[in-house]
């Protein structure tokens, strides 16, 4: 797909497919959360493989950016449905997906909110494309929950909507405008960005072996971190090296900032965050500390030559040189704790779903990536209805 790197190709590759194994009757509708740019949505509606059904999706991302490129990159000009959304005109059931892009915030409500405006925006004689009869007034149509690398709350959020809508006891969501039912049919849901999680986000379930359980922001950090891909190939072990002397110089920054400003780091910055920085910024010592200066309005305390102490050509204060690399091999090894906290946070995920779902669902957790593609984040959380044999 066009603009796809290979290891985005491999991962819109892998979960197009779990998601098609849903499928059992018909093309359902998809919620894309956190779409991006778009390359699921697209594969979905517009199948790579011949032999795959078309998917009519939702498309949403809270970054209007994400959301331009999206269309950019589909040729879908804003306002308007990406495909066909029309019967042929033969009468029989269309056999083209289609893609709405929206920005929205995703939470539990707007979730709501957005499925049943899109799918009230569809014509009567294309929902979902299987033809309708007098009694599709009761019809409950299935939608497939899903999202490639749902950041931070993400996650959490559809995953408590899901079990919310999913409660037998409560009524199938409408769209208002048209009377259609929808009920979530089977979630493929693949996290990432631990550290942008909130603290209400763990733990989900109320089972007492994760109580005692408080994950901090560093713990959060440091499930972000997947030490087995430093060495595949020469340029992941380039990455990791430039990774930890990031982690050491900002950790070095903050002792400089404490030791020569007379106070705490966050005194001294009065709420400035240093933020991202290129990765030019760390070439050296000299040129991070002009960056984060001219970053944070503190030339006057940053500036390499205005402090005493620093060894001829280096701009190091006299104790970093030996700091340094006890910090990368701190970090190095906290590292190794990150596959740990990972697997709390998943499990702690598993199991609410579990409590929540069992035993009228199948609940997964499934490795979709190949991790040699570079996929750190593979595991997908897998929710779908038993097959009724007929037999129960």
């Given at each position: 797909m066009n603009g796809m790197s290979p290891k985005k190709s491999h991962e819109?590759?892998?979960?197009?497919?779990?998601?098609?194994?849903?499928?059992?009757?018909?093309?359902?509708?998809?919620?894309?959360?956190?779409?991006?740019?778009?390359?699921?949505?697209?594969?979905?509606?517009?199948?790579?493989?011949?032999?795959?059904?078309?998917?009519?999706?939702?498309?949403?991302?809270?970054?209007?950016?994400?959301?331009?490129?999206?269309?950019?990159?589909?040729?879908?000009?804003?306002?308007?449905?990406?495909?066909?959304?029309?019967?042929?005109?033969?009468?029989?059931?269309?056999?083209?997906?289609?893609?709405?892009?929206?920005?929205?915030?995703?939470?539990?409500?707007?979730?709501?909110q957005e499925i049943e405006s899109w799918i009230a925006s569809f014509p009567c004689d294309t929902q979902p494309h299987v033809g309708r009869t007098q009694s599709d007034h009761a019809r409950t149509y299935p939608v497939i929950m899903t999202g490639l690398h749902a950041c931070g709350s993400l996650t959490p959020t559809v995953l408590r909507s899901f079990v919310s809508l999913s409660d037998p006891d409560s009524a199938p969501p409408d769209s208002h405008s048209s009377g259609i039912q929808w009920k979530p049919s089977a979630l493929a849901l693949v996290g990432c960005c631990y550290n942008l999680m909130k603290e209400s986000d763990f733990p989900m379930t109320c089972w007492d072996g994760f109580a005692p359980l408080k994950l901090t922001r560093q713990h959060l950090q440091l499930a972000c971190q997947c030490p087995y891909q430093w060495t595949l190939s020469d340029a992941s072990w380039r990455g990791s090296r430039l990774s930890r002397k990031k982690v050491v110089y900002r950790a070095l920054l903050g002792r400089l900032l404490s030791q020569h400003a007379q106070a705490a780091p966050d005194v001294l910055l009065q709420g400035k965050k240093l933020g991202r920085l290129n990765s030019s910024a760390y070439a050296s010592w000299s040129t991070f500390l002009q960056q984060t200066s001219s970053r944070l309005g503190l030339s006057d305390?940053?500036?390499?030559?205005?402090?005493?102490?620093?060894?001829?050509?280096?701009?190091?204060?006299?104790?970093?040189?030996?700091?340094?690399?006890?910090?990368?091999?701190?970090?190095?090894?906290?590292?190794?704790?990150?596959?740990?906290?990972?697997?709390?946070?998943?499990?702690?995920?598993?199991?609410?779903?579990?409590?929540?779902?069992?035993?009228?669902?199948?609940i997964h957790a499934v490795n979709v990536f190949d991790l040699a593609s570079g996929s750190a984040r593979n595991v997908a959380l897998v929710v779908d209805q038993p097959i009724d044999d007929g037999q129960g």
């Open positions: 819109v590759h892998r979960l197009s497919t779990c998601i098609r194994d849903f499928i059992r009757e018909c093309s359902p509708f998809v919620i894309d959360v956190g779409a991006g740019q778009g390359y699921l949505a697209r594969e979905l509606a517009s199948p790579s493989i011949p032999s795959a059904r078309p998917m009519h999706v939702l498309a949403l991302d809270s970054d209007m950016d994400q959301i331009d490129g999206a269309k950019r990159r589909g040729g879908c000009s804003p306002g308007k449905r990406e495909g066909c959304a029309h019967p042929d005109t033969d009468g029989s059931p269309c056999k083209c997906g289609s893609i709405t892009y929206r920005n929205a915030f995703v939470s539990s409500d707007s979730l709501v305390i940053l500036d390499p030559d205005y402090h005493l102490g620093l060894e001829p050509g280096h701009g190091f204060p006299e104790e970093f040189p030996r700091l340094a690399p006890r910090l990368a091999c701190l970090h190095a090894m906290r590292s190794l704790l990150g596959p740990v906290i990972e697997s709390v946070i998943i499990a702690d995920r598993i199991v609410y779903l579990v409590d929540h779902l069992r035993p009228n669902w199948n």
